[in-house]
């Protein structure tokens, strides 16, 4: 839902009136992807470090 606020957000030119928008659509997508994956292997290493030892 967030990447679909923020396509809608940079296809709207009233918003962004003298440079254009910040980013494009395909590095609004790159950069959910790695946000992601980020939170992914952030909380896999979480688990292994915080819990995994206190169930062994």
Not at 10 to 37: A, F, K, M, N, Y
Request: with cysteine; glycine share 6%; net charge positive.
């Amino acid at each position: 839902m967030g990447w679909r606020i923020c396509l809608a957000a940079v296809q709207r030119p009233p918003i962004w009136p003298h440079e254009g928008p910040p980013l494009d659509p395909r590095r609004i997508e790159s950069l959910l992807t790695w946000i992601i994956l980020g939170v992914i292997v952030a909380a896999a290493s979480a688990l292994f470090c915080f819990i995994s030892p206190v169930i062994s």
